[in-house]
Structures are given as structure tokens and as C-alpha cells.
């Protein structure tokens, strides 16, 4: 690795660790913008599963053998080293196959603890028709669309805390809308679109107050922020491998252990069990009765291996040049003719992460994306599986930037340079009304 304790954070450095920025994109050197969609890996990472594979690869937990006691070891490893990245015990960690399905996990396990489905109604987190699940107008997908569904299937009712035109969350609207009858508040801690950090602490001191379960996408902030889960108070979190440095297929979901407990499981089968008989089953405590069946091995220990990378770097050294990156974005696309910069008046207000969301007047979003990629530079464009919240600025697609630990100033200045040229290229003059 090209970074030691006590060296000066230097992400030119840095690139030299991941082997795919080592190319060319259409004649020119890769500028790689998309982490926060997709991050690249490092070759220790890279390094770590092919070895893992080599050396020791077997199941889990089944085995008596040499290699599966190895595997089993470097397995739960694995977990103590992604849980303390968070703060958090070994215990207070399940794996899943990406923060999507521990999304899912909590909402389908949150629907099993309802009438009809084998537990009593004062079950704990059950939901009744009229209780209400509080998402915000900035989430992903992943984090409002099981709420969409748990709240079809239970009959309880989804509201919606609404963003100020700086895309700040309306904490005032908050207030009001969190109240007695609120079981659930899931929420963002940045803003994939954004790159806004939401004010976890007065969040979940909201849904504290009226005993209501905090669900919070970490995605966008375990990579980039020095985090604390169960110094933050929310009851459970998600992340993803992908967007750590680490593998596909593997994430995580953190969760307190009361709460874990209380949960039922949503996925059965082995691995999870204690007793089984032809007419019943016993569950294993969490994270276990969370676990069914093969679990994603080779990737929860390439994992470690990008938490352990990150570590090295420092979480605050890694915020602080990202942070630094973004400003630099911000600035830059705030000074450019016919840009409009989503969440711009949020500069200065609000902690952000290295990621900017921009529309250029005259020009979708998709064309801007095809004129930097023929530059060499990787964007992603769309809605980013944000619709609602492009619907809320006027859009139905954005252009975004996000940065990395091995970003550079001199990535950030090719990328505004190509897109000031966007609007010329494309033949569109004049100063947008």
C-alpha cells in the first residue's frame, strides 16, 4: 500500500494501490468520478479474496477439517474487523449481500412481527393499520421502496420529511410529522445525490421521543466519515461493500442488540438454526438467525481487507481531503455558465462528503456523461435511484461527480475544463434564463 501510518495523505500516491486506473479511456488517462455508484479496489483488497481462495476457501461453520476451522476463523474475523470499523461488536453485525437486501431484511423482518404471521400482536416493531413509517424526500431506492411495500402490506401509512430548496432536510416539517403514532423513521446519513450529511443526532433524538425504530442508509458515509453506529443512536444501519473499496456482494447491517434480538428472522433455512423437526424450528441468536444458508465468505474477508486499508489512511484524513475535493467541485461547477448545482446553497451550512449533482441547461444529462467519458472521465448520469428527490428540484435526471481517496485536484480541474466546454459542444449559447 502507498500510504503508512503517520505519512502525509497523498491521493497521487494512492493511485498507484488501485491497478484499474493504470489505462486509458479514449485516448486519454482515466479520471474516475463514479465512486460513489461503484468504488475501485485495491490490490491488497483484489489481493486478499484471490488468496483466500487459494489457500483456505470452504464452508463456514460446517466442518471439522483444516480448512473449513481456517475459513470459519478468517470468516468471523472478518466481522470483528467491518464491525469495529462502525464502532460496533462483532455481535451487532449481519451480513448481507449489499445494503439493499439489509434494507429489505429490516422491513420484511418488521412485517413478520405483525398479526397473521405466528407471533403475537404485541410483538415488538409489529405494525398495525394507521401506525405510520417516516422516510425522507432525499432517500434511495433501496431505502424508500420496502417502506412503499411493508406499508401496503400492513396497512400503515408512509410520510415524507421534505428537503428545503438548499436540500437540507426540513427539521421544523420533522417535528411535526414524527408523533405518536410513528413506528418507523428511516432515513439517508448523506444524501448519494447530494452529498449532504443529515443531522443524525436531532433525527433521531425525534424519533426517540415518541419510541419510534431508526433505520438509517450508511452507504454514502461509512466510506467516507469517521463513524460511531452506537454513538449515533440508531437502532439499525446499512452499508455496502462496493462503495468501501471492498467486493460486490457483500454489506452489512448494524443493529442493536436489543433491537436484533426482537427482530424475527426473514430468511430461513441452515446455518441459522438450533433445533429443527418435521414440524418446527428453533433460531439461533443474531447475527445468526439473520444468516441463512452460504454466506457471501470470500467477500466479508476481502472486506476487512478495504477496512483495513481505509483505517490506514485515518477515516479523518480520508473526510477531510474528500471534503476538500468536493469544495473544490462545488466552486467549480457553481462558476461555470448554464450549471445548476443540486443542494448548491447547502455550501457552507452543511457537512458534505466529495460529490456534486449538476444539470447543464440545454443538454440531458445522458449526452453531458457521453462528452466527459470520450475526455476520459467516468460520471455517473440518471437519477441515481433518487427520482423522488429529482422530481423535487424539477428534473428527471442529474449529472454526478464523486470523489475517492486516490481523487486528485488535478482530476477535479480536467473534469471542470471538459465541462465547461459541454454547452459549446452541443451548440447551446446563451445565458439559460
Same mark, same amino acid.
Given at each position: 500500500?502507498?500510504?503508512?501510518?503517520?505519512?502525509?495523505?497523498?491521493?497521487?500516491?494512492?493511485?498507484?494501490?488501485?491497478?484499474?486506473?493504470?489505462?486509458?479511456?479514449?485516448?486519454?488517462?482515466?479520471?474516475?468520478?463514479?465512486?460513489?455508484?461503484?468504488?475501485?479496489?485495491?490490490?491488497?483488497?483484489?489481493?486478499?479474496?484471490?488468496?483466500?481462495?487459494?489457500?483456505?476457501?470452504?464452508?463456514?461453520?460446517?466442518?471439522?477439517?483444516?480448512?473449513?476451522?481456517?475459513?470459519?476463523?478468517?470468516?468471523?474475523?472478518?466481522?470483528?474487523?467491518?464491525?469495529?470499523?462502525?464502532?460496533?461488536?462483532?455481535?451487532?453485525?449481519?451480513?448481507?449481500?449489499?445494503?439493499?437486501?439489509?434494507?429489505?431484511?429490516?422491513?420484511?423482518?418488521?412485517?413478520? @412481527?405483525?398479526? &397473521? $404471521?405466528?407471533?403475537?400482536?404485541? +410483538?415488538?416493531?409489529?405494525?398495525?393499520? *394507521?401506525?405510520?413509517? !417516516?422516510? =425522507?424526500?432525499?432517500?434511495?431506492?433501496?431505502?424508500?421502496?420496502?417502506?412503499?411495500?411493508?406499508?401496503?402490506?400492513?396497512?400503515?401509512?408512509?410520510?415524507?420529511?421534505?428537503?428545503?430548496?438548499?436540500?437540507?432536510?426540513?427539521?421544523?416539517?420533522?417535528?411535526?410529522?414524527?408523533?405518536?403514532?410513528?413506528?418507523?423513521?428511516?432515513?439517508?446519513?448523506?444524501?448519494?445525490?447530494?452529498?449532504?450529511?443529515?443531522?443524525?443526532?436531532?433525527?433521531?433524538?425525534?424519533?426517540?421521543?415518541?419510541?419510534?425504530?431508526?433505520?438509517?442508509?450508511?452507504?454514502?458515509?461509512?466510506?467516507?466519515?469517521?463513524?460511531?453506529?452506537?454513538?449515533?443512536?440508531?437502532?439499525?444501519?446499512?452499508?455496502?461493500?462496493?462503495?468501501?473499496?471492498?467486493?460486490?456482494?457483500?454489506? @452489512?447491517?448494524? &443493529? $442493536?442488540?436489543?433491537?436484533?434480538? +426482537?427482530?424475527?428472522?426473514?430468511?430461513? *433455512?441452515?446455518?441459522? !438454526?438450533? =433445533?429443527?423437526?418435521?414440524?418446527?424450528?428453533?433460531?439461533?441468536?443474531?447475527?445468526?438467525?439473520?444468516?441463512?444458508?452460504?454466506?457471501?465468505?470470500?467477500?466479508?474477508?476481502?472486506?476487512?481487507?478495504?477496512?483495513?486499508?481505509?483505517?490506514?489512511?485515518?477515516?479523518?484524513?480520508?473526510?477531510?481531503?474528500?471534503?476538500?475535493?468536493?469544495?473544490?467541485?462545488?466552486?467549480?461547477?457553481?462558476?461555470?455558465?448554464?450549471?445548476?448545482?443540486?443542494?448548491?446553497?447547502?455550501?457552507?451550512?452543511?457537512?458534505?462528503?466529495?460529490?456534486?449533482?449538476?444539470?447543464?441547461?440545454?443538454?440531458?444529462?445522458?449526452?453531458?456523461?457521453?462528452?466527459?467519458?470520450?475526455?476520459?472521465?467516468?460520471?455517473?448520469?440518471?437519477?441515481?435511484?433518487?427520482?423522488?428527490?429529482? @422530481?423535487?428540484? &424539477?428534473?428527471?435526471?442529474?449529472?454526478? +461527480?464523486?470523489?475517492?481517496?486516490?481523487?486528485?485536484?488535478?482530476? !477535479?480541474?480536467?473534469?471542470?475544463?471538459?465541462?465547461?466546454?459541454?454547452?459549446?459542444?452541443?451548440?447551446?449559447?446563451?445565458?439559460?434564463?
Amino acid at each position: 500500500m502507498a500510504s503508512e501510518p503517520g505519512r502525509v495523505f497523498d491521493p497521487a500516491a494512492l493511485r498507484a494501490d488501485f491497478p484499474i486506473l493504470d489505462q486509458t479511456v479514449n485516448g486519454e488517462s482515466l479520471v474516475y468520478l463514479d465512486s460513489g455508484a461503484t468504488s475501485q479496489k485495491p490490490q491488497v483488497v483484489l489481493d486478499t479474496e484471490i488468496d483466500f481462495l487459494i489457500r483456505a476457501n470452504s464452508a463456514v461453520h460446517r466442518g471439522a477439517h483444516t480448512l473449513a476451522a481456517e475459513a470459519t476463523e478468517l470468516f468471523e474475523d472478518a466481522r470483528e474487523t467491518v464491525a469495529g470499523f462502525v464502532g460496533a461488536a462483532p455481535e451487532n453485525l449481519v451480513w448481507t449481500s449489499g445494503a439493499t437486501a439489509a434494507l429489505n431484511l429490516v422491513a420484511y423482518s418488521i412485517g413478520n @412481527a405483525t398479526d &397473521g $404471521r405466528g407471533l403475537p400482536a404485541s +410483538a415488538p416493531y409489529a405494525l398495525r393499520a *394507521g401506525d405510520e413509517i !417516516v422516510v =425522507t424526500e432525499a432517500e434511495h431506492h433501496a431505502n424508500l421502496i420496502p417502506w412503499q411495500e411493508l406499508a401496503a402490506r400492513t396497512g400503515a401509512v408512509l410520510r415524507h420529511i421534505p428537503v428545503h430548496d438548499d436540500g437540507t432536510l426540513d427539521l421544523h416539517a420533522a417535528a411535526e410529522i414524527i408523533g405518536e403514532r410513528t413506528k418507523v423513521v428511516a432515513f439517508t446519513h448523506v444524501s448519494n445525490v447530494l452529498g449532504i450529511v443529515n443531522p443524525v443526532t436531532e433525527i433521531v433524538a425525534l424519533a426517540k421521543a415518541v419510541g419510534a425504530l431508526t433505520v438509517m442508509d450508511a452507504c454514502q458515509s461509512v466510506p467516507h466519515l469517521a463513524l460511531d453506529l452506537p454513538a449515533l443512536g440508531v437502532d439499525l444501519a446499512a452499508f455496502s461493500g462496493h462503495k468501501m473499496l471492498g467486493p460486490y456482494g457483500i454489506g @452489512a447491517l448494524y &443493529g $442493536r442488540t436489543e433491537v436484533l434480538e +426482537a427482530l424475527p428472522p426473514f430468511l430461513t *433455512g441452515g446455518s441459522m !438454526v438450533t =433445533t429443527v423437526t418435521l414440524d418446527e424450528a428453533g433460531f439461533l441468536p443474531a447475527p445468526q438467525k439473520f444468516e441463512a444458508g452460504t454466506q457471501p465468505v470470500s467477500q466479508a474477508i476481502a472486506l476487512a481487507a478495504a477496512v483495513r486499508y481505509l483505517e490506514a489512511l485515518g477515516m479523518d484524513a480520508v473526510h477531510d481531503h474528500e471534503r476538500a475535493i468536493g469544495r473544490r467541485l462545488m466552486a467549480g461547477l457553481r462558476d461555470l455558465d448554464g450549471v445548476r448545482v443540486l443542494g448548491d446553497a447547502a455550501e457552507g451550512t452543511a457537512d458534505r462528503i466529495g460529490l456534486a449533482s449538476f444539470d447543464v441547461a440545454g443538454v440531458h444529462a445522458h449526452d453531458v456523461g457521453q462528452f466527459l467519458d470520450s475526455r476520459g472521465i467516468a460520471v455517473r448520469v440518471g437519477h441515481h435511484c433518487a427520482k423522488p428527490l429529482h @422530481a423535487r428540484f &424539477g428534473l428527471t435526471a442529474s449529472v454526478r +461527480a464523486s470523489a475517492s481517496v486516490f481523487t486528485t485536484d488535478d482530476d !477535479v480541474d480536467r473534469f471542470l475544463d471538459a465541462v465547461a466546454g459541454v454547452r459549446s459542444y452541443f451548440g447551446v449559447e446563451g445565458t439559460p434564463a
